[in-house]
């Protein structure tokens, strides 16, 4: 089976629906924060691995906390897809933290912050040079 084969595909897409359902209403674990989103899942097409791709709405703090959670509860979430989904074999997950919505979000602020300035009778050029990247880097040091 080709890794993106059809199959594959759908395998993907159907732990990716089941262990979202299993975090957000099977799950107990105080540190797995509530608002936690399976981003995307990548099984390996010999069924042994799962990449699971997780974003948390918060703090760093809490989104440490829920890869600690997940990474603990990684055996009853497997058993759990194991009845879930039948498959030949169920994949051993790993749980991996995704920043793809928060930065997202930040970028769709950074835009609505651009046409309200430009809105309100801003420059009339904007210059990029002034916008911060986020790494930290400025061209005075």
Request: hydrophobic share 35%; net charge negative.
């Amino acid at each position: 089976m080709k890794k993106n084969s059809i199959k594959n595909t759908r395998i993907n897409q159907e732990v990716q629906r089941e262990l979202g359902m299993l975090i957000s209403q099977e799950l107990k674990d105080p540190r797995v924060n509530p608002m936690t989103t399976v981003v995307a899942c990548e099984v390996a097409p010999d069924l042994k691995t799962a990449k699971v791709y997780i974003s948390v709405l918060g703090d760093e703090q809490s989104q440490k906390d829920t890869l600690v959670g997940l990474k603990s509860a990684a055996p009853f979430l497997r058993s759990e897809l194991a009845h879930r989904i039948n498959l030949r074999n169920t994949p051993e997950l790993r749980f991996i933290g995704d920043q793809s919505i928060e930065y997202g979000v930040n970028m769709s602020k950074l835009i609505d912050d651009v046409n309200a300035n430009l809105r309100e009778g801003g420059d009339d050029e904007i210059n990029p040079d002034s916008w911060d990247d986020g790494e930290g880097e400025s061209e005075e040091e």
